[in-house]
């Protein structure tokens, strides 16, 4: 058995982490359970996940400051903390590091961004992952900057001439490893030849630039809001 053999994960039912506890189970012995740590133990996403084997563990929703000590005792017997939280969440990430610290957690993986590195207690063991930009994140509706082939239209961060690394995958017992190297005009150009053409619809897209500096003021901004 490894010396990390409880596994937590916050953030669990989100693409990455849903993938993450799959493999987790998916290794069969190697670890004495898979513990998802959710807002909503009701969720499909969450039943589906402890169908497979996983045992789910209720959080309290805005993971503040106040509930740290239900944090620490939901993390009770837990090895080590995987952190997939996005978005709101990020800023909460501080307080799983004192709650880890109080259930006796031995190992903590943040979601790195937007985080405080300088936050990471001396006493937690901890581990930052950096995987980079996931393909899927060109399209993604959530964010400012994407690629929109249902309204022909891109905003593209910058001007679009920074070469940048995609990943199409996550892939088991790689320590480091880089996908296809490309820039926001480039994957502009390839989704527009990938369209179909349709009679009286553009093929075109439009494109709009979103300056650095915006950029810089909005994620300062979101550090500010997420604490």
Do not use: C
Request: aromatic share 8%.
């Amino acid at each position: 058995m490894p010396a990390f053999s409880n596994i937590a994960i916050v953030g669990g039912t989100s693409t990455i982490g849903q993938a993450l506890i799959k493999d987790l189970l998916a290794t069969k012995g190697e670890f004495a359970s898979v513990i998802l740590l959710t807002r909503d133990p009701e969720s499909t996403a969450s039943k589906e996940l402890t169908a497979l084997g996983a045992e789910a563990r209720k959080i309290p929703s805005d993971l503040s400051a106040e509930s740290i000590p239900a944090l620490a005792e939901s993390l009770n017997g837990v090895d080590a903390l995987v952190s997939e939280v996005g978005g709101q969440g990020i800023g909460s990430q501080e307080h799983l590091i004192h709650a880890s610290n109080q259930a006796g957690v031995k190992r903590f993986i943040p979601s790195e961004k937007l985080l405080r590195t300088d936050e990471i207690s001396s006493k937690l063991e901890h581990t930052f992952i950096e995987n980079g930009f996931f393909i899927e994140g060109f399209f993604s509706p959530f964010l400012n900057w994407n690629i929109s082939a249902a309204s022909v239209a891109v905003n593209i961060p910058g001007a679009g001439d920074v070469p940048l690394t995609v990943t199409h995958h996550i892939s088991s017992k790689t320590s480091k490893f880089e996908g296809d190297q490309f820039t926001w005009n480039q994957a502009r150009e390839l989704v527009s030849k990938a369209l179909v053409p349709v009679p009286g619809v553009k093929s075109t897209f439009s494109t709009s630039y979103t300056s650095v500096e915006h950029l810089e003021k909005k994620f300062e901004l979101l550090k500010d809001m997420s604490g």
